[in-house]
């Protein structure tokens, strides 16, 4: 079955770069977006963008100056970079596929994420 | 800008009839999804294009979309089913998220 796991480091310092990336198995990377979505503490979900398989992106506009995906198609991997935190990208992210019908239909575990010095 | 507004919480007695709405400017023109997610557990598909259920999804989830409103309805809703319960849809450029609704069965 489809299966999505995001990897990366845990604690990030302020103003550096997050980067984390989503490994998927199961199926083929191409013709879906695969999508980077978070949510802070207690809160909602909060949609960051994606990235289609032949390598067009989309990201959210309140992120968009700050948000770098891409894929590597060889290795079924994605990822995400998000430059210039603060303690505000604290934040469980999570990795998603969005079928062409526009449904997130499978989803990673889920990665912590802090934000401090 | 386009906002989706969900009520923060519903509750329902077990066996009964819960809605959970979601509101938003012309939302009936845009397809609707709505996701579960329970505690310390990641999101999952309940309803997508307003009315289709999800693979493995039960029949007692149901959902609507028309005019500015979409609507998450569970019959004969089960313990199981408390959950926080999001909704989505797509903006010229951006996949938006409802606040969340959470779901009481007591």
């Known amino acids: 079955q489809v299966q999505l796991q995001e990897s990366g480091p845990g604690l990030v310092k302020p103003s550096e770069t997050l980067s984390l990336t989503c490994a998927v198995s199961?199926?083929?990377?191409?013709?879906?977006?695969w999508t980077w979505i978070r949510q802070s503490p207690g809160k909602g979900l909060d949609w960051i963008g994606y990235i289609y398989y032949s390598g067009g992106t989309l990201s959210n506009p309140s992120l968009k100056s700050r948000v770098t995906i891409s894929i590597d198609t060889s290795k079924n991997q994605f990822s995400l970079r998000l430059s210039s935190v603060t303690a505000a990208d604290t934040a469980v992210y999570f990795c998603?596929?969005?079928?062409?019908?526009?449904?997130?239909?499978?989803w990673g575990q889920g990665v912590l994420v802090t934000v401090s010095s | 800008s386009f906002e989706l507004t969900q009520p923060p919480s519903v509750s329902v007695s077990p066996g009964q009839t819960a809605t959970i709405t979601c509101s938003g400017d012309?939302?009936?023109?845009?397809?609707a999804s709505w996701y579960q997610q329970k505690p310390r557990q990641s999101p999952v598909l309940v309803i997508y294009q307003d009315t289709r259920r999800a693979s493995g999804i039960p029949e007692r989830f149901s959902g609507s979309n028309s005019g500015n409103t979409a609507t998450l309805t569970i019959s004969g809703t089960q313990a199981m089913d408390e959950a926080d319960y999001y909704c989505?849809?797509?903006?010229?450029?951006?996949?938006?998220f409802g606040g969340g609704t959470k779901l009481t069965v007591l």
């Open positions: 012309h939302l009936g023109e845009k397809d």
């Open positions: 989505q849809a797509w903006d010229s450029s951006s996949a938006k």
């Open positions: 199961g199926a083929s990377i191409r013709n879906y977006y």
């Open positions: 998603a596929r969005d079928s062409p019908e526009r449904r997130l239909d499978h």
